[in-house]
């Protein structure tokens, strides 16, 4: 698809004007594959503003098949220190690339130092957050994929329940293992995250790492993963009770049910991040419980699995249609049980569409 | 093992003493699993040159008992911003902390500019890798984490052998996988980087990803990857067979696998990383394929799969014993096949430990 990559490359253009820039260093390997389809693991991005011409990539000697497939359009460079590569390159023609902005948050301060030293006529302006925020909003193909990431997640948790893969005798360790080898038999590339399995007690820990505890009947199964497709990734969570649900599990889960629908109800262009948090806190405030929902409501998802906007009290920002995000409320009951659900939802024009089809039935295995 | 951990911060301290440092704040999650044993996803720990009153560990809410279990033995604070909420503690007790060290080479130049932001009467000074120094020679414990690590590996390529997992039909990807699951079944906690599986024409490409490509009679296949014990992470190659070598290919094994015992002997407290290289290197290019070895030979092994010291022409320094590398060297030929024989090994007063125990015959499946 060079034809996406160089319109986003263009939309990158237009932020590098408005701030009088006359080109960008790109060294996140994410926001590189953003703008070039590149996926290998060292690549440097010099995107002069005036266009293509001077726009120069550069990898390794490792990528040189691969990176004539992947980045067909673009002049390119072979060299092991991919970024001190193209600081020699535009010291060429430093009337070119006069004022370069760099992304300042993920470039050390020992790499800012080398990129100085070597440069000649050029100056490095801190930029940081650019490609960020060309991300934020996904196109169609961007949420293709997500849709199909989610798709996977939704197909290997159906399997796993079919196949009795959730049951008392197992260890959370074995269950996240066959939960993330059916995601792979789907088509994902590997987790999205490190899975979260967390059995009875142990699901009142927002962030559980799977243990060789072992699940038993009446348990809350708290399941939090997601797939990768084509590099975009999934994220959801459902928690099941193997057995019959005693009535607390029954009411909390209700709770969190109720706060996570109002959540998804507020994904509206123009809503304000923390109002859409707000939205689904209230429901588990006014039950009582606001304090044992100890984090933020959700986040962005995409090329990173958390990526802005951030969906919380703190979060800055509003809002616009074709934004990814997750909308995951829990309730954490030390020593006794937590329930948490999440979908990942893409922000529309009218309803938001929900991405996560799995049933948000208090399924009991 | 609080012991091992305030033992390492006190060689630290030597360092920065050195440095005429009063302190220096660690950011990078693996030195500070390394100086303190915590295992989480956000922490940040200020160490004091004068010692462990005023050295402080922070981390966020969600690892309140993990932290108090892991870090029992040091001052804590519960902050999700970790090194903000270190810097503003520092402030208290100014005096104690004036000249402050961070790691240069971890901490983005935004980041360095909200630190200095927040810092009142201390100042912050480039203090790259120094952690690193200290992690270059590992201990007895570090070395049977990497033993472990070596033998999870070795366990799982046996075993992947005796049960047929290597038979033409299979692809690189399912060969990949089942390899992946037996480390896991073993003990692994995860694979230790992307496993390479690279069959036929595809064994000549140095970092393969694994494909739907089909393992077919008379290929070579390359096999690299590795295991990861208590956080310390294994690195091995083997090259395989499927029925009978053609002469070119025992031949091409022959050449790599007699490179690779020089670069072997000549790991040697004292030897410089670059004569290493060349031990191995020199076999290589005398049988004419020095342009067809085009990495370096090896890197050091830990918390980290890659870190240092660099085996390489471009290498700095010379070996220690108690330093764990890598001895890697390979010949690739384009369109037919390429070997590389890696094992994982420990530098000793005399003879080196090996800690990869497979086979280097050319085992033909």
Chains 1, 2 share one sequence.
Not at 59 to 69: A, C, F, I
Not at 310 to 335: C, F, H, I, K, N
Request: hydrophobic share 40%; aromatic share 4%.
């Amino acid at each position: 698809m060079p034809e996406i990559h160089a319109a986003r490359r263009n939309a990158l253009r237009a932020l590098l004007d408005q701030d009088g820039l006359d080109a960008l260093l790109v060294t996140d390997l994410v926001n590189i594959r953003y703008l070039t389809g590149f996926t290998g693991s060292n690549a440097a991005l010099l995107v002069r503003t005036a266009g293509e011409d001077g726009t120069v990539f550069c990898t390794d000697g490792r990528y040189t098949t691969q990176s004539s497939v992947e980045v067909p359009d673009l002049e390119r460079v072979l060299d092991r220190a991919s970024a001190n590569a193209l600081v020699a390159k535009s010291n060429e023609h430093a009337d070119r690339y006069r004022r370069t902005g760099f992304e300042s948050q993920h470039v050390s301060v020992e790499q800012y130092e080398t990129l100085k030293d070597l440069a000649e006529g050029v100056t490095f302006d801190r930029a940081p957050g650019l490609v960020e925020r060309l991300r934020l909003v996904k196109d169609e193909a961007e949420v293709a994929a997500l849709r199909e990431a989610c798709a996977v997640a939704d197909r290997a948790l159906a399997d796993l329940i079919a196949h009795g893969g959730l049951r008392a005798g197992r260890t959370e360790r074995e269950v996240a293992r066959d939960l993330e080898n059916r995601m792979l038999d789907h088509g994902s590339s590997g987790p999205s995250f490190e899975s979260i399995v967390a059995a009875g007690a142990n699901s009142a820990i927002p962030h559980h790492r799977p243990t060789d505890a072992v699940l038993a009947a009446g348990d809350f199964v708290k399941l939090d993963f997601g797939a990768v497709v084509d590099g975009y990734h999934s994220d959801m969570t459902r928690t099941l009770v193997l057995g019959e649900p005693a009535g607390w599990q029954r009411e909390l889960y209700d709770l969190v049910r109720r706060s996570q629908a109002a959540g998804r109800a507020a994904l509206a262009p123009g809503a304000d991040v923390t109002a859409v948090d707000a939205a689904a806190r209230t429901v588990i405030e006014e039950a009582g419980h606001g304090s044992e929902f100890s984090h933020g409501l959700g986040h962005g998802v995409g090329l990173d699995v958390h990526e802005a906007p951030s969906l919380s009290t703190t979060g800055v920002g509003t809002l616009s249609a074709g934004m990814a995000v997750t909308v995951e409320p829990g309730v954490y009951l030390a020593g006794r049980g937590g329930v948490r659900i999440e979908d990942t939802l893409v922000v529309r024009d009218g309803d938001p569409e929900l991405l996560t089809l799995s049933s948000k039935e208090l399924v009991v295995v």
